[in-house]
């Protein structure tokens, strides 16, 4: 519903103002200085002065806040009032000169903005709400071990090319380029956040221009048929005689016998085992929700490991040792026990994924299946993933070469 005016014109006398008393609203225009008015709430019973004006040489109108009743007499109102319409006269627009002073104190608060307090807010802001919960988690141990150590005192606006550059490379030195590059690649994050929401000046990310490097190519282990069945037998050795608990070994086979990614048995749920429909129903990986189907083998295994802990009250199928609300963790050490007791070299628990896509490759399996099984979400990826054996190579070369020559 609009709100309705009563408008007219009349001399401000404080005798006349002070008692004013009205059942509707009203607006009262000063007959002595042009453009003054009055506003009368009603409701509220507040009588508050303006000022309406057209800045000299433009095209703009400005109603000005003079002040309200009682804060001010009338003779206060109109010594403003002459005041404010010489300097509007001479072009002066308090609106320009209050929005460039809050322009000033934005920039001035901006300036004591420290990165670490920043950071954080787009982490809350940003990183929250758009990313997976574990690169929130990533991205908070970074700010914590990387970040604010060297980079989290200084105001965001500091940050310069230079100091980025030295920072990097300190850090790749300190840690590995891998993590220097990740670490770069969250500020630059944060920056594009800030530009955005006007802490930074727009385009003026520099991390960029920061020339990033690699590390050296790791030489992959993969287990052959003959490794797995090492592999298979130290497990089992493990269970009975390694000093960590039978559950990370059991953890540990599942993943061998799936190709899945370590997070996505650590952190497997009861809920999405479908042994009924021979599938693990991942609620999350990497690739975002997917199906995982289960080998005749990994069914009895898992069948096994869930009948083990069906009496707990977790939700994991390897549930965590000490603490069985979370899942289980940190399987390495009882990984490397077992290839230790199997004489099998040094590897990464990845590698056992690593490994059955590649035994898989070489059996000539169909390349699109491999991708599904994998939870790959393109077949380039399984192509890269899939190295040949140098021996399965080899051999192809021998067949060739054979052709050849007949």
Known sequence: ?????????????????????????????????????????????????????????????????????????????????????KQLTEGYDPMQELRERRIREREAAIKKRKVSDLLQEYIDKCAKLTKKPATVSTNIAQKRLYIDPVLGDMYVTELKLPILIDFYNDLSQKTSFSTANKVIWLISHFWKWCEKYEYLPLNSNPCARIEKKKNPKIKYTLLDIDGYKKLFKALDDGIEDSPYHPRFYKAIRIIALTGCRYSEISDLKRTEVALDRRVLDLEDSKTGPRQVPLSDTAIEELTKCLNETKNLNTPYVFPGIKDITKPICELRKAFQWALDHAGLPHMRIHDLRHSFITIGANMGENMMAIKD??????????????????????????????AIVG
């Open 1 to 85: 519903m609009a709100i309705t005016w009563e408008c007219y014109k009349k001399p401000f006398k404080d005798q006349w103002i002070r008692v004013l008393k009205a059942e509707t609203n009203q607006q009262i225009s000063d007959t002595t200085i042009p453009g003054l008015y009055m506003r009368y709430s009603a409701t509220t019973g507040r009588k508050v002065f303006y000022l309406g004006c057209r800045i000299r040489g433009t095209s703009t109108h400005r109603n000005i806040l003079i002040g309200r009743y009682g804060d001010m007499n009338v003779e206060d109102i109109r010594t403003k009032a002459t005041i404010l319409r």
């Open 373 to 402: 099984v994998a939870g790959h979400a393109d077949v380039t990826m399984t192509e890269w993933y899939s190295h040949l054996s140098m021996d399965c190579a080899r051999n192809t070369a021998n067949n060739i070469v054979k």
